[in-house]
């Protein structure tokens, strides 16, 4: 106790895992604000850290990556996480290769999505210019909300309509021309606006190329000067817009599919911005509490087809490579792709709406040697403790008594391997310059290390039994909070 009567006694914290969300967690811990309040020990199965975003270093140094190596321009928390661990761990460590996060993350502004055909494949190459900014900038904040994206969406579609006028013009696809539509010069008001879809629409004119500009103009226009107040209303004069361009779409698609790779990947897209426009006001998602969330118990896919998505479009390279990137696969059996929509769309308005400096940074190394060995290095030096090879195998719960909120009493592990001599188990080495995790565990500080050499336990697999020794964590001697930072599944 102090002298005020105060206790300095530090809060022991238990983190169980030691993925992406267990390590912010305990680098937010450790923080120097908090003056030492928190003495963290990270438990991990095996031998390195990361979780799904773990690797390794084989034969010949070679990456064995767990996931993908790079990063979207939009993770503005990971990369201002990121930035401060590498800063912080030069100061540290100043002889490791990558001082500086830029060199460890790499600009990966060319995007290339391969569709099937026929026998082969055909490539979309597509080069994303730069964002504004890096990601991770200080003071950076997204006021962005449902409706603003909304926005955003409308005048991407009305961008993707003159567009393919251009390639479909420029292409060997030849559309008239001319239109008969006249719209009145100035700026229309909703009855006005509604007045003049009806006569552009009323006798098929969207068959022609200035006419699917004028569509174009009067999205400008309806996103620009009244979309935010249409949405509240239920959206009924964009439907109404969205509806026939989206019949457009699909009579287009019919007609290119085989004629104009280039330009049925345009329609495609536009087919599936129309779906995300459509089932955006259907769904009312600017008015909804929830937001985005609100279509999370649909599959991305099921609620694009139920907003008029053409299946052309829903089979089209774009989409299973929106599942590839996200890992979306029940059991990761590829034949059944799940992918909340919400999520989904929320991430992909978020990645094409949002990024900075790129849309991908492709990383200068695995992920493990860029983003968790840095962690691991910046968090010993801070004092946090690793107990590697502590699988976690039950958790029991305190009694319930009417005065008092259930809690965790006791963590019960299985200990997979003992390090000779009781000490902390030393993980990283050194690869040209960067520290790295090996693709097997360095059985040499292990006890019983022939035996393990020759018959190598799989540490990190659901199935694998091995275990030396049990450990039990009491609450109070041991631990007083615990953050569970593993898939509970």
Aim: with cysteine; hydrophobic share 40%.
């Amino acid at each position: 106790m102090t002298a005020s009567g105060e206790t300095n006694s530090k809060i022991k914290v238990a983190i169980v895992g030691g993925g992406c969300a267990a390590l912010t967690t305990a680098f937010e811990l450790t923080r120097a604000r908090h003056n030492g309040r928190y003495e963290v020990t990270v438990y991990q199965t095996g031998w390195r850290l990361g979780g799904k975003g773990a690797s390794g270093r084989g034969d010949a140094d070679r990456i064995e990556e767990h996931g993908l190596h790079l990063w979207m321009g939009f993770y503005e928390n990971a990369f201002r996480l990121m930035r401060e661990c590498y800063a912080e761990r030069h100061r540290a460590f100043p002889d490791c290769r990558h001082a500086d996060w830029r060199q460890a993350f790499e600009p990966a502004p060319d995007v290339a999505v391969a569709d099937r055909a026929g026998n082969g494949w055909e490539y979309w190459l597509a080069h994303f210019p730069p964002g504004n900014g890096e990601p991770g900038d200080p003071n950076h904040t997204l006021p962005l909300d449902v409706s603003d994206y909304i926005e955003r969406t409308g005048l991407l579609l009305a961008e993707l309509l003159r567009s393919v006028v251009d390639e479909e013009t420029g292409s060997s696809a030849k559309y008239p021309a001319q239109s008969n539509y006249n719209r009145p010069a100035g700026p229309l008001d909703p009855a006005a606006l509604m007045a003049s879809i009806d006569r552009l629409f009323v006798y098929g004119q969207l068959a022609t190329s200035s006419a699917i500009i004028e569509a174009s103009n009067l999205v400008q226009e309806i996103v620009a000067r009244w979309l935010p107040g249409m949405l509240q209303a239920g959206g009924a004069l964009p439907l109404r817009i969205f509806e026939a361009l989206s019949a457009t779409a699909r009579a287009r698609l019919d007609q290119v599919v085989a004629r104009d790779s280039h330009v049925r990947r345009t329609w495609e897209v536009i087919d599936l911005v129309l779906a995300v426009l459509r089932g955006s006001i259907r769904c009312g998602l600017a008015a909804d509490p929830r937001g985005f969330d609100a279509i999370n118990d649909y599959d991305w896919r099921d609620w694009l087809r139920t907003h008029g998505a053409s299946e052309s479009s829903l089979d089209s390279g774009f989409m299973p490579g929106i599942y590839d990137l996200t890992f979306a696969y029940e059991d990761g059996d590829v034949e059944r792709p799940r992918l909340a929509a919400g999520i989904a769309l929320r991430g992909a308005l978020r990645m094409f709406f949002t990024y900075r400096g790129a849309l991908f940074w492709r990383m200068n190394g695995g992920m493990g040697d860029i983003v968790f060995a840095p962690l691991y290095q910046v968090l010993k030096q801070r004092g946090v403790r690793f107990e590697f090879f502590h699988r976690l195998r039950d958790i029991k719960l305190s009694a319930e008594h009417a005065q008092e909120v259930p809690h965790i009493q006791e963590l019960h592990f299985d200990v997979q391997a003992e390090v000779v001599g009781g000490g902390e188990y030393a993980p990283l080495r050194d690869v040209q310059g960067m520290p790295s995790w090996p693709s097997r565990p360095d059985f040499a500080q292990l006890v019983g290390r022939d035996k393990l050499s020759a018959e190598p336990p799989s540490f990190e697999m659901p199935w694998d039994e091995t275990r030396v020794a049990r450990k039990t964590l009491d609450v109070a001697d041991d631990f007083d909070l615990v953050v569970l930072g593993i898939g509970l599944g």
